[in-house]
Each structure stands twice: as structure tokens, then as C-alpha cells.
């Protein structure tokens, strides 16, 4: 079964400072789109500072996603953002509004455009023995 065509996106990408959000804004007013913010510290609740969010009246004037989505201890991966960017594309595009991709974490806009590759999903129990083992031996090891 085929999936249904993504529809075209502007996407604004940079370093940071480079001014990307007042970009994305501008050109957001400037076709009645709505912004996808593709930003690995946005999206976490609380983490105001040092993250560069767009401010409480720039959201309310444009309409902003994945941003403030989850708690600053729970996992965002590059595939979870993907499916949820994707998600907030396709309704979008099914009320007729065009978006706007704007952020700096390369591999988030990346999985978005690209997709992710298929792989084994993390091993929690392998983590966990790999943290003790560098607990154990110290986080450094002479050399």
C-alpha cells in the first residue's frame, strides 16, 4: 500500500542564534502557516531557559507544535519526534494550512525527511549493565 504524499514544506535550519524562529514567523504570517518546531529541548515542558522557545504571544499569534510536549525525564527519540512532527503535518494539511519545519537538531529534521533506518530498539537491560560496569570501573579508564 502506497502512503499518502507529504505535503511540500518550508524548512528553516541553523545554528543556533542564527535566527531561525523569527524566520519561520515572519514567513508564517506571510502565508497563514502554522510552525513544527523541530528542536531536541523545545519540546521538553519547563526548559524555558536557554532553549530559545518562541515567547507565550508569538505561539498564541501563530500556531506552534512539539513544543512543551514532554516531561523533562521521559524519552524523546529521533523516531518518536518523527511520528509526532509527521502527525502534526498531516493535520495540518488536512485543514489546508501550510507548515513550517524550523529547529537545529540536525537529526531530528533528518528523520523527519528522511525517515530513520530500521534497527534494533534500545536494551534497557544492556544500558543498565553498562552503566554499573562504568559505575564500577569509573567513568574513565587510564590509559
Known amino acids: 500500500m502506497d502512503s499518502p504524499a507529504r505535503p511540500l514544506l518550508v524548512v528553516v535550519v541553523g ?5 531561525k524562529s523569527a524566520l519561520a514567523l515572519a514567513l508564517a504570517d506571510a502565508a497563514g502557516a502554522e510552525i513544527v518546531s523541530a528542536d531536541s529541548q523545545q519540546v521538553y515542558r519547563g526548559m ?8 507565550p504571544a508569538e505561539r498564541a499569534r501563530i500556531r506552534h507544535h512539539l513544543i512543551d510536549v514532554a ?3 521521559e524519552p524523546m527519540t529521533a523516531a518518536r519526534f518523527a511520528a509526532l512532527a509527521d502527525a502534526a503535518i ?3 494539511a488536512a485543514r489546508g494550512v501550510p507548515v513550517i519545519v524550523a529547529g537545529g537538531t540536525g537529526l531530528y529534521v533528518r528523520a ?15 544500558r543498565a549493565r553498562l552503566a554499573a560496569e562504568a559505575e564500577a570501573a569509573g567513568s574513565v579508564r587510564p590509559i
Open 112 to 126: 523527519l525527511l528522511l525517515g530513520i533506518f530500521e534497527g534494533p530498539a534500545a536494551d534497557p537491560e544492556f
Open 90 to 92: 498531516a493535520d495540518c
Open 15 to 19: 545554528p543556533t542564534g542564527a535566527g
Open 48 to 55: 524555558d531557559i536557554g532553549t530559545g522557545k518562541v515567547s
Open 71 to 73: 516531561a523533562p525525564d
